[in-house]
């Protein structure tokens, strides 16, 4: 495959440059800002022009999730024209597309695993953002894209919830985390083996919500994270989202279901415990 990775500095995107350039078969381009902007169709046209792509994964998004609530055109221009613009370019150049989405399209309301054929009904401007990239994507590429929908990711590059309690265990005695928000922590590394696995297998065009397996609240998930260097996990302490109130509302329930994985005879990701630990061996901590 030839394949151009979007947003290539970010966590997704750092892990599927490595390890599609660990392929002796396959060709990756990473690009992100400022030398290719996809918003812009000549910038996109050009980097197609020059490399060809069979597949391109758009790991590019405004994902300041607080800051939508007040800039909501501009995270709409990045989340939603810029996927549109990279699936009208895969159009004319019989490209796939899978556009990386998010558990924010949903309400987070549920009791019982988001299916992926669940109606959207964000309640965040950057949920609304995302939903539309989707739908814009779905209207330019029918047939030729993958939407791949994931929650609560931590990796190995850029910031993230892990790499903060990390920094909280070393700094504060105790640690207060939410108990009433229930999702799937899910490793960088594994998604990006997930979409690669997607894409070597080829199933026909669909949504597919790609998370670590099992779920937990982000408490019970920094209790694991103080276990796994070796600190006491009583220093985490229970608390609910009353006590972190912010801009954007977060959804209470971000579980998403699998059942499109099994329908293309793909393994689920693992566990998300077991995923957490691959992530310290693979040097998350240093």
Known sequence: MRVIV???NGQLGSALVALLSARPADSVLGVDLPEVDITNPVSVAAVFDSFA??????????????????KEELALHVNAEGPRVLA???????AWLVQISTDYVFAGDATSPYVESAAGDPRSAYGRTKLAGEVAVLSELPSRSYIVR????YGLQGTNFVKTMLKFEKERESVSVVTDQIGQPTYAGDLAE???ALLDARPAAGIFHAT???????FEFTQAIFTAIGADPARVLPTDSAAFVRPAPRPAYSVLGHDAWAAAGIPEMRDWREALTAAFADGLNT
């Open 6 to 8: 979007t947003g290539a």
């Open 53 to 70: 792509p069979d597949v391109v994964i758009n790991c590019a998004a405004w994902t300041a999730v607080d800051d939508a609530e007040t």
């Open 88 to 94: 009208a370019q895969c159009a004319v150049s019989d």
């Open 150 to 153: 994931t929650a609560w990711l």
């Open 194 to 196: 997930q979409i690669i």
């Open 212 to 218: 670590n397996s099992g779920q937990c609240s982000w």
